[in-house]
T-cell receptor, first 111, second 113 residues
Framework: KQEVTQIPAALSVPEGENLVLNCSFTDSAIYNLQWFRQDPGKGLTSLLLIQSSQREQTSGRLNASLDKSSGRSTLYIAASQPGDSATYLCAVSTGANNLFFGTGTRLTVIP | EPEVTQTPSHQVTQMGQEVILRCVPISNHLYFYWYRQILGQKVEFLVSFYNNEISEKSEIFDDQFSVERPDGSNFTLKIRSTKLEDSAMYFC???????????FGSGTQLSVL
């Protein structure tokens, strides 16, 4: 069964700093990988989707990379802002019509 | 921007009672999902639905659970006889393509007493 792990569980950085969130998965036979943002008491917002054939995706200050063979993905956030404070979730699809989620990284950006 | 709408936002029920959680997916989407998140745990897949039938379901989705698309806009999750361990945030999601980007609703917080 696919297991998804995210490190660190929590991260606190000063505003303006660049940061990297990590995601690892045990089964490299994935179809795609998504990064989501979750605000307290709210739903999940999809940030980036990387297909298994891709190495990275960018959206604004966010860049996600994928190394399928090693079972790793990173989410890079440039010039962090207090509004980036949220929990970031990584999820992989193995080709069946569902997603396996990690436990998330809770990010706090200090003004 | 189109969004997935879930009602109610909070539901409190007694153990053994039936509950129906409601969702309105994005209008041109064809793939629908239910996920849940128990407090402090991972988001877990429950069921996917396409072309008016279940396409995939997890071990959690036992005989006490059912889904329905009663009309062209709503997608519901029914729990027939709720248990304490069903207490969780239930998320509905939809997608315009198989294995595509998922759009999630804000969730229904279900509390079983």
């Amino acid at each position: 069964k696919q297991e998804v792990t995210q490190i660190p569980a929590a991260l606190s950085v000063p505003e303006g700093e660049n940061l990297v969130l990590n995601c690892s998965f045990t089964d490299s036979a994935i179809y795609n990988l998504q990064w989501f943002r979750q605000d307290p008491g709210k739903g999940l917002t999809s940030l980036l989707l990387i297909q298994s054939s891709q190495r990275e995706q960018t959206s604004g200050r966010l860049n996600a990379s994928l190394d399928k063979s090693s079972g790793r993905s990173t989410l890079y956030i440039a010039a962090s802002q207090p509004g980036d404070s949220a929990t970031y979730l990584c999820a992989v699809s193995t080709g069946a019509n569902n997603l396996f989620f990690g436990t998330g990284t809770r990010l706090t950006v200090i003004p | 921007e189109p969004e997935v709408t879930q009602t109610p936002s909070h539901q409190v029920t007694q153990m053994g009672q039936e509950v129906i959680l409601r969702c309105v997916p994005i209008s041109n989407h064809l793939y629908f999902y239910w996920y849940r998140q128990i407090l402090g745990q991972k988001v877990e897949f429950l069921v996917s639905f396409y072309n008016n039938e279940i396409s995939e379901k997890s071990e959690i989705f036992d005989d006490q659970f059912s889904v329905e698309r009663p009309d062209g806009s709503n997608f519901t999750l029914k729990i027939r006889s709720t248990k304490l361990e069903d207490s969780a945030m239930y998320f509905c999601a939809s997608s315009g393509a198989a294995l595509g980007k998922l759009f999630f609703g804000s969730g229904t917080q279900l509390s079983v007493l």
